[in-house]
């Protein structure tokens, strides 16, 4: 049973850091896409990065360039969200996803077959 669980998210102040992690079991990590979307309220669930099952490949939404990176860890089933200098804005919760892996990252919600439950992220002084 294809299960992703989040960690890592909590409050923080503007132009603070935090790293969310993806901890994935029941399939092969090597051969998913990961990927990270996040929904604040009100708002739809939107794309923010992706990485592809070797790690070679790595997608960041226009908004996080530059501030965030994504990595894995396929040892470990574990795939990370490294988040800078966030912003007031980047409040949401935070969703890891999963899908076969493919040539190209997905970007689309409807892209990805398996879910994580979310984990919270606030930016706030």
């Known amino acids: 049973q294809v299960q992703l669980v989040e960690s890592g998210g909590g409050l923080v102040q503007p132009g603070g850091s935090l790293r969310l992690s993806c901890a994935a079991s029941?399939?092969?990590?090597?051969?998913?896409?990961i990927g990270w979307f996040r929904q604040a309220p009100g708002k739809g669930r939107e794309f923010v990065a992706a990485?592809?099952?070797?790690?070679?490949?790595?997608s960041h939404a226009d908004s996080v360039l530059g501030r965030f990176t994504i990595s894995r860890d396929n040892a470990k089933k574990t795939v990370y969200l490294q988040m800078n200098s966030l912003k007031p804005e980047d409040t949401a919760v935070y969703y890891c996803?999963?899908?076969?892996?493919?040539?190209?990252?997905?970007?689309?919600?409807?892209?990805?077959?398996?879910w994580g439950q979310g984990t919270q992220v606030t930016v706030s002084s």
């Open positions: 990485i592809s099952g070797s790690g070679r490949l790595t």
């Open positions: 029941g399939f092969t990590l090597d051969y998913y896409v």
């Open positions: 996803v999963a899908d076969r892996d493919k040539p190209n990252l997905p970007v689309g919600r409807n892209d990805y077959q398996f």
